[in-house]
Each structure stands twice: as C-alpha cells, then as structure tokens.
T-cell receptor, first 112, second 111 residues
Framework: DADVTQTPRNRITKTGKRIMLECSQTKGHDRMYWYRQDPGLGLRLIYYSFDVKDINKGEISDGYSVSRQAQAKFSLSLESAIPNQTALYFC???????????FGQGTRLTVV | QKEVEQDPGPLSVPEGAIVSLNCTYSNSAFQYFMWYRQYSRKGPELLMYTYSSGNKEDGRFTAQVDKSSKYISLFIRDSQPSDSATYLCAAFKAAGNKLTFGGGTRVLVKP
C-alpha cells in the first residue's frame, strides 16, 4: 500500500459545487501538506498542518479550506469550485527534521 | 522573484549522455536541498537530499550543492529512457519548516 493515499484520483465537477479531496498517510508523520501543481508554475502550497490542532495557510489558500481529522488524515475542500481551480492536487507528509516530503499520487480536478 | 529558480526545459538528450540540471536559490537560510523526480501523472518522489556544500553520489545520480553561490545541481550519468521525467529541486529550512520547490525541469532521454 502507498504511504500517502489520495481520493479521488480524478474528478470532474461543475462551477459552484463543493468538493472535498481526501488524504491519508501511514508514515506516522505529524506534518501534512496540500499542494497544487499547474503547468509552468510548479508546486504551490495551499495549506499545511504541523499537527491535528495546527493549521496554516500557504501561499495560495484563497478559495480553499482544510480539515485535519486525525494525525493520518488531512482533507482539502473547495467550497464553491471555479474553473481556475482546475489543476493537479497533491497531498504530502514530511519528515520534520530535514524536510523530506512524501507525496500521494495526486488528484486531477477539472472544474467545468 | 521566486526563492528557488529552475529552468523549465524541456531538456532533450540522447541515451547514454550526461544530464545536467541546475537550480538557484535566494534564501541563505535554506539548510537542506533535495531533488524529486516526477513521472507523468504521478506524484513527485524523493530522489536525493543533501545538507552541506559538496557532492553526494547515489548510483548514476550525483547531487551537488554550492552554498557560496546558492547553486544546486543534479547530474545523471549514462542516462536511460526511463529517466525521462520532470525533476524538481527543493530547499528546506527547519525554522518555520519551509520547503520550497523550483518549477521543475522536464527531461527527455531519447533512445
């Protein structure tokens, strides 16, 4: 089984709909992240969490929210999806000392 | 200006050639440096990490860090078509747990 699992892998949704992307990890790390990847823009940090009670905004958090349900679970929500949120979304967890990150397989989200 | 800059490529080389990838960074507080490999439709996977200036070798891969010039390099010797992927450099500083990625360089190794 993968260390970081994302569901769904692909999703097409309509503008204005609420959608949740889920992530679970078996690495036992406290730190979890949500990134967005767009062609030419690389990985951009949306939200990150150092533990269940600690949630922090990243560089592009507008239009997104997160929930850290447990050490192993971190979900990303789009309250009202818009087309420019069409992207590849990655969940990751990291080693706290040297920053080694472990990524899920990604969720390809299309907002029409 | 981005804190970690990387040429997007694409970089096309013949099989067996040396692939040379580079990044520059602006924040001298970065302590650890990493290279990730990302195949199409997959998540990035950690390839190599280094802490100090100098070289680190792992099989066909060599990572190089020059902190004085804020330069990070990855060399792939005897490149194979299976090395075709996007390579992302990343820099990390423990204070604030900040991991910053470059934009990635797409590499194509032609048989």
């Amino acid at each position: 089984d993968a260390d970081v699992t994302q569901t769904p892998r692909n999703r097409i949704t309509k503008t204005g709909k609420r959608i949740m992307l889920e992530c679970s990890q078996t690495k036992g790390h406290d730190r979890m992240y949500w990134y967005r990847q767009d062609p030419g823009l690389g990985l951009r940090l949306i939200y990150y969490s150092f533990d269940v009670k600690d949630i922090n905004k990243g560089e592009i958090s507008d239009g997104y929210s997160v929930s850290r349900q447990a050490q192993a679970k971190f979900s990303l929500s789009l309250e009202s999806a818009i087309p420019n949120q069409t992207a590849l979304y990655f969940c990751a967890t990291s080693d706290p000392e040297v920053g080694k990150a472990f990524f899920g397989q990604g969720t390809r989200l299309t907002v029409v | 200006q981005k804190e970690v800059e990387q040429d997007p490529g694409p970089l096309s080389v013949p099989e067996g050639a040396i692939v040379s990838l580079n990044c520059t960074y602006s924040n001298s507080a970065f302590q650890y440096f990493m290279w990730y490999r990302q195949y199409s439709r997959k998540g990035p996977e950690l390839l190599m990490y280094t802490y100090s200036s100098g070289n680190k070798e792992d099989g066909r891969f060599t990572a190089q860090v020059d902190k004085s010039s804020k330069y990070i390099s990855l060399f792939i010797r005897d490149s194979q078509p299976s090395d075709s992927a996007t390579y992302l450099c990343a820099a990390f500083k423990a204070a604030g747990n900040k991991l910053t990625f470059g934009g990635g360089t797409r590499v194509l190794v032609k048989p």
